[in-house]
């Protein structure tokens, strides 16, 4: 059973910085493409950034610059960095793993901040 675990949410002040985790475990299988999602209080879930396996990460454009995703393939952790944090960021963040043509989803993190 693939299983996808978030980390590293919170409440931050307005101008910091967190690192989200995301872990995916259970699968044999190679790991097509990762990434990350949000879904703000009364918002639909929009994509942050994803990174497909041996190609491109792809941001949403009004949050490159400021966030950054990595991938540690060996490990099958995604990892994202988020700087400059604004009150409009605040979101669950849920973690996407794609394999064997299925994409897969972590309960989500929530991140928090204040103005």
């Known amino acids: 059973q693939v299983t996808l675990v978030e980390s590293g949410g919170g409440l931050v002040q307005s101008g910091g910085s967190l690192t989200l985790s995301c872990a995916v475990s259970g699968s044999p299988f190679v790991i097509y493409a990762m990434g990350w999602y949000r879904q703000a209080p009364g918002k639909q879930r929009e994509q942050v950034a994803v990174?497909?396996?041996?190609?491109?990460?792809y941001y949403d454009s009004s949050l490159k610059g400021r966030f950054t995703l990595n991938v540690d393939n060996a490990k099958n952790t995604v990892f994202l960095q988020m700087n400059n944090l604004k009150p409009e960021d605040t979101a669950l963040y849920s973690c996407?793993?794609?394999?064997?043509?299925?994409?897969?989803w972590g309960k989500g993190t929530l991140v928090t901040v204040s103005s």
């Open positions: 990174s497909v396996r041996g190609g491109s990460t």
């Open positions: 996407s793993a794609r394999l064997r043509g299925m994409n897969y």
